[in-house]
């Protein structure tokens, strides 16, 4: 499975950038996520969304500001950032797995498919 991501860019703090994910196959019956990983450290889950039921998660640092979805007629998954901080500042990647429960949706070690990133940069 091939992940491509895109929508990356620059943009100033409090507005917003929408990141795109089409995975190479329909993987659309499993978990499906976004993480992002700045200079220096490690990489964190932002957010996941189970596609079978809808279900989604977020880190505490995103909750309320970013929303995670899946776009079925166009194969894509999608993450909209509003209220962008510069802590925001990060290379962002999407992964997916193959279908079936996992007890951390946001621990990116569960994940088997990754893209290969897009940067995103706030400026304050």
């Known amino acids: 499975v091939h992940v491509v991501e895109s929508g990356g860019g620059s943009v100033q703090a409090r507005g917003s950038l929408t990141l795109s994910c089409t995975p190479s196959?329909?993987?659309?019956?499993?978990?499906m996520a976004w993480f992002r990983q700045s200079p220096g450290k490690g990489r964190e889950g932002v957010a996941a969304?189970?596609?079978?039921?809808?279900?989604?998660f977020y880190d505490d640092s995103v909750t309320g500001r970013f929303t995670i979805s899946v776009d079925r007629m166009n194969d894509t998954l999608r993450l909209q950032m509003n209220t962008l901080k510069p802590e925001d500042t990060a290379m962002y990647y999407c992964?997916?797995?193959?279908?079936?429960?996992?007890?951390?949706?946001?621990?990116?070690?569960?994940?088997?498919?990754w893209g290969q990133g897009t940067q995103v940069t706030v400026s304050s």
């Open positions: 969304i189970y596609t079978a039921n809808g279900a989604t």
């Open positions: 196959e329909n993987t659309y019956s499993g978990y």
């Open positions: 992964a997916t797995r193959p279908p079936g429960a996992i007890p951390f949706p946001l621990l990116a070690s569960l994940y088997e498919y």
